[in-house]
């Protein structure tokens, strides 16, 4: 098919051809093409809310000319399930599994923190078993979210056999937390005062296994992937936060560490018993995704540091505190006893009461800060659930960045924050 | 938290660690701003476990920019901007959750804002408050003077009404049967 007429006597005289000249129909011929606002080749792109490199229900709408991102913005809300609205009428018992759904890569971190946000208001210090056993799952579940994220990351860039090696661990890591607590993913683990559960026996002795295996399957991945030529090609310099953006977009976590400021609130504030605990917090200099990489993987060695310690140290013990407001009753009492069925349903129903006060409490987890900011008036319920999710002020850092970057690195800076789509819509 | 609850010493006492700072610092807000600072609510005093400082409407991006250079305070992080919905007059409180990363203090201030008045933005202070402070007018309906782009953020732009209003229901579903529409109007640079 020839170019019509009018087309034609353009090309005569060297004029330009829009898109209006070229004739419609035939497979080759330019429409006019509705997202062409410009009228040359800059065009909007759609990516996402359900596109495999973005991560969760997470949408980007860029103007891109070629294959360089000129302007972009970010929507996002797709699995926004209300959970502040739901902490305002839930009781503080059955807020415990909306916590698991924050950050579903690492759920057992947001148990804890919330728990500690609700003990805090109540004044209540549980058991030293209670402790040691939180902080193995916070660093279990802080392995299980590095690995997901630099093998994400990975997988995006196109190196998929180091995800499988990360996978397996992951797989184990799991199985462990199954034996704890009967879940896998959604764990719901703690409880208010105590942990669900306490740890089977041996349960130790498999961690401190998996910790063995896993140290060297870290090394393995270390060796397969940070010398890679086409890795440090498609990541060096790719995504650049320096300290003072990061400061000014409160980033938090292993994005702040990359870029070289030494943040971290398990040394800073601590809380739990990581004051008694060894660990380095890993600094990096540049802030691109190669040192997000390098610090999320020299963690997740210091994490198994911490794991191998904290089994050490843990003794047996009770893991309830014997609070009668939160202690939530014995099977063997509640079905033979009157009064244990009554206390039963009293707490189950109605639930306990905190007394009014308000507190902001916060905890390193995997990707940043993780705040819960409980407002309460008395009663069963809180009068604000407020919870501050590391991702939702990293997703906001992603349009600065992006703008100028080409599409391709746009997935790995998008892999190398760790947005999850579960913490940042809550 | 009531006055008398112990603070239970495995998530570290803050008020044995920052109470000198943080009277010192207070002193100096009351000397520099005067009136603006309307109440402070000490821990020990109120049930909270860092101050709150309220500080009237027109003078919050002042005092958070002050706050964030001047040497003894330096809280250089914005931890977090939210509200609450506290069904009195003034209606909202809207709240700041700062940190300082050289002493690692931290302070909790406080704005009283009622339905028809706004707010001035801290965008100029910190960028950071861009989505927390659209998360806020989404969620309360709390507005926000001089913000560049104050649109709905968790919610489509379509709904109606705040969702974390008391009086809003908690199943106000609404249902939307197309997509979000693209607005090509964020993509002129």
């Not at chain 1, 093998?151 to 704890?180: C, K, M, P, T, W």
């Not at chain 1, 409490?361 to 309460?376: D, R």
């Amino acid at each position: 098919m020839s170019i019509d007429s009018r087309a034609e006597e353009k090309l005569q005289k060297n004029e330009k051809i829009s898109n209006f000249d070229l004739p419609s129909g035939g497979h080759y011929s330019v429409e006019h093409d509705p997202d062409d606002l410009w009228g040359d080749s800059r065009v909007i792109v759609n990516i996402g809310p359900t596109h495999p490199a973005m991560h969760g229900a997470l949408r980007m709408v860029a103007k891109l000319n070629g294959e360089t991102i000129e302007k972009s913005y970010c929507e996002f809300g797709y699995t926004h399930r209300a959970k502040e609205k739901l902490g305002e009428n839930r009781t503080y018992h059955q807020f415990v599994v909306y916590t698991d759904r924050l950050n579903y890569c690492s759920a057992l971190i947001n148990n804890v923190t919330y728990a500690m946000a609700v003990e805090r208001l109540m004044g209540i210090q549980v058991p030293d078993r209670a402790v040691w056993l939180r902080m193995i799952c916070c660093e279990m579940a802080r392995v299980i979210d590095h690995i997901i994220c630099v093998g994400i990351n990975a997988v995006d860039l196109g190196a998929f056999s180091f995800f499988l090696y990360g996978f397996h661990q992951r797989e184990e890591a799991y199985s462990l937390i199954e034996r704890l607590c009967g879940a896998r993913l959604t764990t719901s683990y703690t409880r208010i005062g105590g942990l669900m559960a306490d740890a089977p026996e041996g349960w130790e002795k498999q961690v401190k296994d998996w910790v063995k295996r896993t140290r060297t399957v870290i090394d393995e991945m270390d060796a397969l992937l940070t010398g890679n030529k086409i890795w440090c090609q498609r990541t060096v310099g790719v995504g650049v936060m320096d300290a003072q953006f990061c400061q000014q977009y409160s980033v938090t976590g292993p994005t702040v560490r990359a870029a070289g400021l030494n943040y971290d609130l398990r040394k800073d504030q601590p809380s739990m018993f990581y004051k008694d605990i060894e660990f380095d917090v890993p600094i990096a200099q540049n802030g691109d995704v190669f040192d997000r990489y390098l610090v999320r993987m020299e963690e997740i060695r210091q994490s198994l540091n911490v794991i191998s310690q904290c089994c050490e140290r843990l003794k047996k013990g009770p893991i309830w505190v014997e609070d009668k407001r939160v202690r939530i009753p014995e099977k063997d009492v509640v079905h033979n006893t009157m009064e244990g069925l009554i206390h039963h349903f009293k707490f189950f129903m109605t639930g306990f009461e905190v007394p009014p006060g308000e507190a902001y409490t916060t905890f390193e987890a995997a990707n940043g800060e993780l705040g819960f900011y409980i407002s309460s008036k008395g009663g069963p319920t809180a009068h604000r659930m407020r919870i501050r999710g590391p991702s939702f002020y990293h997703f906001q850092t992603l349009t600065p960045i992006c703008d100028g970057a080409k599409v391709g690195d746009m997935v790995g800076i998008l892999g190398s924050i760790n947005i999850i789509a579960g913490e940042l819509d809550r | 938290m009531n006055i008398n609850t112990p603070v239970p010493t495995i998530y570290g006492d803050l008020v044995e660690r920052f109470s000198e700072i943080w009277s010192n610092q207070i002193r100096a807000l009351k000397e520099r701003f005067g009136d603006a600072i309307e109440e402070v609510q000490l821990p020990r005093e109120f049930p909270t476990e860092v101050p709150n400082v309220f500080v009237r409407r027109d003078q919050i991006a002042a005092v958070l920019a002050w706050m964030k250079e001047i040497p003894d305070f330096e809280y250089g992080y914005l931890s977090d901007l939210t509200a609450t919905d506290e069904q009195e007059r003034p209606r909202f409180h809207v709240i700041y959750q700062l940190l300082s990363r050289k002493t690692m203090a931290r302070i909790r201030l406080k704005v009283r804002v009622d339905e028809d008045q706004a707010v001035p933005t801290a965008i100029g202070v910190w960028p950071a408050a861009n989505w927390a402070e659209r998360e806020v007018w989404d969620m309360f309906g709390v507005r926000f003077e001089g913000h560049p782009d104050l649109r709905r953020i968790l919610m489509d732009v379509r709904w109606e009404g705040h969702p974390l209003r008391k009086d809003y229901p908690v199943r106000g579903y609404q249902f939307f049967p197309t997509p979000e529409p693209i607005d090509p109007t964020l993509l002129e640079s």
